[in-house]
């Protein structure tokens, strides 16, 4: 017997389930209707994608010669001179060896990590003036709709 797909537009929130890991300051999701984010997606405060992520891949394949690439490209891309060491990225809400080069100064990171959040969609003050600002910069990138996509329905 075949069973019908649910309709795009529902959202079973019995499927929805959030862990945080101890070694880990990461939200790891497993959402299985039809929707923005699927089993074992790595979100980060901001709302990015972690597990997409060049840097976040090559440094969990350990892949030393891609991280080394991306560093040159994101040096030409962004004018700026990034290391590879720079690169090396668990993800920003990680507490372990490998944090960006970036994540120490973002403003998002540490207001999430202040207020003990796992995102920004917890926040009660979602959308702050910064948060918005970042998601209108990123907006190719899925972030608002990816944390509208983690509110809390009440």
Same mark, same amino acid.
């Given at each position: 017997m075949k069973t019908a797909d649910p309709p795009a537009q529902s959202v079973d929130i019995c499927t929805t389930v959030f862990c945080r890991s101890p070694a880990r300051r990461m939200? /790891?999701?497993?959402?299985?209707p039809k929707g923005v984010l699927v089993d074992r997606d790595i979100i980060g405060a901001c709302g990015l994608l972690c597990?997409?992520?060049? =840097?976040?891949?090559a440094t969990q394949a350990n892949a030393r010669a891609e991280i080394e690439a991306i560093a040159t490209q994101w040096t030409a891309?962004?004018?700026?001179?990034?290391?590879?060491?720079?690169v090396w990225c668990d993800g920003c809400m990680t507490s372990g060896a490998h944090?960006?080069?970036?994540a120490d100064d973002?403003?998002?990171?540490?207001?999430?990590?202040?207020?003990?959040?796992? /995102?920004? =969609?917890?926040? /009660?003050?979602y959308i702050c003036d910064t948060l918005d =600002?970042?998601?209108?910069? /990123?907006a190719g990138f899925g972030t608002r709709e990816r944390l509208e996509g983690l509110r809390p329905i009440f």
């Open positions: 939200l /790891t999701i497993r959402w299985r597990s997409s992520c060049e =840097a976040f891949l891309r962004y004018s700026v001179a990034i290391e590879p060491d720079d944090l960006c080069r970036h973002c403003e998002i990171r540490a207001c999430v990590v202040r207020r003990d959040l796992q /995102t920004c =969609a917890d926040c /009660t003050h =600002a970042f998601l209108d910069k /990123t």
